[in-house]
């Protein structure tokens, strides 16, 4: 009985990463369709989203089942209910992408604003280096490194705010980069969203091994434009 | 906690040479429910049975160290064991009716105690019954044997008894393990009710039966006691790895 249980809990660990490459794979893929303007690609990231849902959907499934016919208790029930909340975390993060994605097709034609895509580039890139941590984190059970992680959202949401003063700033003297400034604001916003979903995620790992629910960042003095 | 009405300390008992429990100490709160879980083997009802002195039945057991009972020693030499277990009383594993009426049944401690005006043993028997949650099932039928009823409305029977006494404290060893889940939950509800009005110390096997209805909950092992704390710490997060292992079924 416990030995089958303990196997199931090991299932569902992995079964949480295998998810959360996916979702990476679709967060770096929307970030790169948008920054080459590649429509191909993120039509590609909108398509396989379907597959994110129904892979987030049988992980839940399964924690419910674990908790009615298992009962678990103490680190156990951390454990399945951290693959519960973080998964929808992580499903979060892969609708961003497809919104990423969404506006990658949208841009195509509009004026654009090397700097600010530059901007974009690098902020992308720090969410992914973000959300791959995650991961690693989450699989080897390091509170530490979950805590050290969130704390690089204070990073991206610099990006943040400063990707929306260049937008205005572009749309003040150009009303041509009205249209695609917008779109550089929202992707910068959905980006932003990813590193907040990643730090709910960091504050998952450090309930899972101590039993404590925290905030990380608390957005009282963050996220002011 | 609330104040405590037993305190247990550097409690030993030994059965001949052999040491079952190895200096408990544990403070039981007024008016809460207490569980006390534990392997089998592992003291957690030897040492229920020290808190009304039952052990004394044994010949080989010899307990040692301190049990208070409101300040009181309950193992002072000028101890009245009979008045001890009137003020906490005890509820078995399996139901044991005496092979009277159901009337008899709930009384019995009142006869013992010489009470004989029929109005106030009418008002006892009613007044435990409700309290036992059996009242309804039983009321037209109070001059029936005890032995014609269910395992479950049986072992409600022996908590009115315990009850028509009015005691402090109510022990409990693992009343419902012979019951089926439906007059186990009529039990718990019961339980859950009397915790204002008595305190409840409970050994029970059943892992979600403590963690329902205890305030507290303490884990023995091998005749030691290695945590005791609120129930949802030690169901939550508790600090011994013992515990953990134990309540999520690692072992045991």
């Known amino acids: ?225 | 906690m609330n104040e405590p009405i037993i305190t247990a300390k550097d409690v030993r008992l030994h059965y001949g040479d052999f040491e079952a429990l190895h200096g408990i100490n544990l403070e039981f709160a007024r008016g809460e429910i207490t569980a006390m879980i534990g392997p089998s083997g592992c003291g957690k009802s030897t040492f229920l049975r020290c808190l009304n002195r039952m052990n004394d039945l044994i010949d080989s057991a010899k307990v040692s160290g301190d049990i208070r009972l409101d300040g009181q020693d309950i193992y002072a030499p000028d101890t009245d064991v009979v008045k001890l277990r009137k003020r906490v009383g005890m509820v078995f594993q399996q139901p044991v009716p005496f092979p009277f009426s159901i009337y008899e049944n709930v009384i019995y401690g009142l006869r013992l105690a010489g009470v004989k005006d029929r109005a106030k043993l009418d008002a006892a028997v009613e007044k435990s019954l409700r309290q036992a949650a059996l009242w309804d099932e039983v009321k037209d039928k109070l001059h029936d044997s005890a032995l014609g009823l269910s395992g479950g409305q049986q072992q409600r029977v022996a908590i009115a008894r315990v009850l028509a006494v009015e005691p402090d404290v109510i022990l409990m060893d693992e009343p419902t393990s012979a019951l089926d889940p439906i007059s186990s939950t009529q039990i718990e509800n019961m339980l859950l009710e009397l915790r204002e009005k008595y305190t409840i110390i409970i050994v029970t096997h059943n892992m979600q039966q403590a963690s329902r209805i205890s305030d507290r909950t303490a884990f023995f092992l091998q005749g030691n006691l290695i945590e005791y704390a609120p129930t949802k710490k030690i169901f939550m997060n508790p600090d011994k790895k013992e515990t953990e292992d134990y309540i999520s079924g690692r072992f045991g």
């Not at chain 1, 992680?149 to 003063?165: C, L, P, Q, V, W």
């Open chain 1, 1 to 225: 009985m416990r030995q089958e249980f303990s196997q199931e809990l090991k299932t569902l660990h992995v079964d949480f990463s295998e998810l959360g490459m996916m979702v990476n794979a679709v967060v770096y893929k929307s970030a790169k369709a948008f920054i080459n303007h590649d429509k191909d690609l993120a039509r590609e990231v909108i398509d396989s989203d379907y597959l994110i849902n129904e892979r987030q959907m049988s992980l839940e499934k399964r924690c419910f089942e674990l908790i009615a016919l298992q009962q678990p208790v103490t680190s156990d029930l951390r454990l399945v209910v951290t693959a519960m909340k973080a998964s929808s975390d992580l499903e979060r993060m892969g609708d961003h992408a497809v919104s990423i994605a969404k506006s990658t097709i949208r841009v195509k034609g509009n004026t654009r604003v090397l700097s600010i895509e530059s901007d974009l580039r690098k902020m992308a890139d720090a969410v992914k280096k973000m959300s791959d941590e995650v991961l690693d984190a989450y699989v080897h059970d390091d509170e530490e490194r979950a805590r050290a992680i969130a704390t690089e959202d204070h990073g991206i949401n610099d990006f943040s705010r400063k990707i929306y003063s260049e937008c205005i700033e572009n749309m003040k003297q150009n009303v041509d980069t009205v249209v695609g400034g917008m779109d550089y604001m929202l992707v910068a916003s959905y980006l932003e969203r990813i590193g907040d979903y990643v730090t709910n995620i960091c504050e998952w790992i450090v309930y899972l091994k101590t039993g404590k629910l925290v905030e990380l960042n608390s957005s009282t003095e963050e996220d002011q434009f």
